[in-house]
């Protein structure tokens, strides 16, 4: 069954009015949800992963919902973002910051990025997760300032353990 992340939900109007060249690219998919989400809205949606097994698995969801989805088996500490320029670039429950910098370099003008994952207030409840591996308060902010932010959750509110970024690339 299809998970949809809750920040691709609350901005579908946006990413429906997305013109050309009407591509996704899910950083880090997992089993792809974000991707066949994208494939369902109408986007040429490719996942990234490392796990051929989670991208497998994603392709046979994609097949289920009647969508086709490009995936891609690629070590994300030593390859770099396959080029753009992509109408949507997404990226849920992971963090390398080295990323950040061709998420927005990637995105077409007017291309939408959208960035969920674990922030400080995580450490509280999961005391052996690495905090090397969490979002300090205000950094997506500061890491994605080049873009126009539609919403944003940075870290503030010590009851949320993670933050998100919806954010625009200028036209």
Known sequence: MLRVEPLLESH?????????????????????????YLAKRG????????????LALGEQLAKREGVAIETVTADLAVTELP??????????????????PQMAAG???????????????????????NPEYVLQPGELAREFST????????????????????ARQPA
Do not use: M
């Open 147 to 166: 873009l126009e932010i539609r919403s944003l959750s940075d870290g503030d509110d010590p009851g949320e353990n993670t933050s998100w970024i919806a």
């Open 12 to 36: 579908q109007r946006d990413i429906d009015g997305l013109l050309t060249p009407r591509t996704a690219l899910d950083v880090a998919a997992g089993t792809c949800h974000a991707a066949v």
């Open 43 to 54: 986007l040429h949606a490719t996942a990234l992963d490392c796990s051929a097994v989670g």
């Open 107 to 129: 995105l077409a003008p007017g291309g939408l990025l959208f960035y969920r994952t674990f922030n400080v207030h995580h450490l509280k409840k999961a005391t052996a997760f």
């Open 83 to 100: 080029g753009g320029p992509w109408s949507v670039v997404c990226c849920f429950r992971y963090l390398d910051r080295n990323l950040f």
